[in-house]
């Protein structure tokens, strides 16, 4: 017997609660169906935009995000408003809808003999995201003081390498004037930070070049974040490979900082979700460096090195993936370095 979502128990649920064993009514009049499985597709910015749906039976739904759908508890009920005869009479919700149908004098009997029908799946407490806590003062002791006016701290980096002409481009440029609300000022810190670590092997200059950006707060702009996220990443990675885990955690507690900012549990649970897949599947750039060796392109092999020992480092500051765990990133960090140091 077909049911009609007109004649069977449900209510609306956000698409982004839904999990496997809920009930849901495809669009149309056929009755719901139970998931098997919720994935998540993002749009071309990295936002959840999609949901799959795939049903018990092999169907799939295509939902947006922000989509309310009517969602059943599985028990069908006739036209009359009586639970379906296919459902066992014991069956916890059977008498509930007796109870509330009694004004039409209908009962909920059913035959004592019938097979049972599928039990009532009540849906589980939705995810909840990790909750993030920031360091306290006493960890942000730990980070120390500029030595100077960031202006100063640049300079006293760059004169330790004289005739490098990276750094001291980018050093010359900074002296000018560092403005923190320019989002080149902070991707020219960052270079800067990158060069003197990777290319120079000079971890504590590259260091106190990093603080100036380590010290600034998530505001929301997610372009001038990249640049501080990356130096809070290289930071994590000169203090862990330096023996100060504690100031390498501040860092780290530090790199998580846009993770407590969204306010809404539902697009909370979304971007966790979100987040976590590209911790799962980060891109580490096989093709293009594989490309690359192809071609016997060497510099752009190196430049794209660069890229993967960013995500390495990314990766490891986040405490690894559930794919890539910390000491497979430490090994796959050394590499990476030998090959762009060499």
Known sequence: MTHSPAT?????KQAGDLRPGDFVFPPGDGPAEEIAAVEVENDDYGVAALL?????DGGTLRIAVGSSVPVGDGVPVDSDGSVSSAVDESTPDSSAADSSNSDSGTSAGGDADAPAGPAVVVPPRPETPPTYTGPSAEELALIPEPDGTPEAVVRAAAANHKGKNGVQVLADRLAKGINTKSGSCLRDLSNLAFDLC??????????????????LPFDGNLDRWASIERALALSSFICREAGQTERAAVYEKLLRAPESQEEDPFKARINARVRQRSLNEPNLYDKEIFRAIDNGNHEAEREWRFLRLEALMFLRAHGGSKTIDEDELARRIGNELESVRA
């Open 8 to 12: 069977q128990q449900y209510m609306e």
């Open 198 to 215: 990777i290319v120079l092997r000079d971890p504590d200059h590259a260091l106190a070049v990093a603080d100036l950006l380590n010290v």
């Open 52 to 56: 799959l749906v795939t049903m018990v």
